[in-house]
């Protein structure tokens, strides 16, 4: 068993404050957010029952932490109402409106250029 297993491992939560385990060793019954969504379930109002950890170099603390839920008092993600979904749609419109030629590009405008890509490069459009 290596080092950093041993720093990990803290089932009775006496060392970390909750159950802790080692990256990708956490027992069954338990998900990050992403995997409950991926079930189509959400924490639904639950404290962070578990964590796991993993050493990183990118990371001030040196370790990388992700919580985890009970999946058995997981909830349902809720229902997209219509008017969730009008106003996605015209979040994504704005997204896609070129704010140099007010057309709708087609595609979410890069932020890096801050306009489509017609308007950025001119030069390069009438060259093809």
């Not at 029952?49 to 809720?78: C, F, N, T």
């Amino acid at each position: 068993m290596s080092a950093a297993f041993g720093k990990c491992y803290d089932p009775s939560g006496a060392k970390h404050g909750i159950p802790t385990f080692p990256w990708r060793l956490a027992p069954d019954g338990y998900a990050t957010r992403r995997q409950l969504r991926a079930c189509g379930l959400r924490p639904g109002g639950q404290a962070v029952a578990a964590q796991v950890m993993r050493r990183s170099r990118r990371r001030k603390a040196g370790v990388s932490v992700a919580y985890l839920y009970r999946i058995d008092q997981a909830k349902p993600v809720r229902p997209m109402t219509p008017a969730k979904w009008a106003a996605h749609a015209k979040a994504m419109l704005a997204r896609r409106t070129c704010p140099n030629c007010r057309t709708d590009a087609g595609y979410c405008i890069p932020t890096s250029l801050g306009m489509c890509v017609t308007c950025a490069y001119p030069e390069e459009q009438r060259a093809a």
